[in-house]
């Protein structure tokens, strides 16, 4: 079990709020993630971490103008 895991039982936290408001951004609490690029991908890919990796696809996304 994770450091993080471990806390979060040990203390009762969650990796979000209980109660959360409209409107308000809430992000998670990052799990270490043991797969990680090479420093030539990652340099490309612009984050060591493949789950991080997350392409902008622009106007090719669905509902994009171009579909």
Request: glycine fraction near 8%; include cysteine; hydrophobic fraction near 35%.
């Amino acid at each position: 079990m994770e450091i993080i895991e471990k806390a979060m039982q040990s203390y009762g936290l969650s990796p979000l709020p209980s109660k959360t408001v409209e409107a308000m951004a809430y992000v998670p609490f990052q799990q270490y993630a043991s797969k990680t690029y090479s420093p030539a991908q990652a340099l490309e890919s612009g984050t060591v971490y493949p789950i991080l990796d997350k392409p902008f696809f622009g106007s090719k996304c669905s509902g994009g103008k171009d579909d």
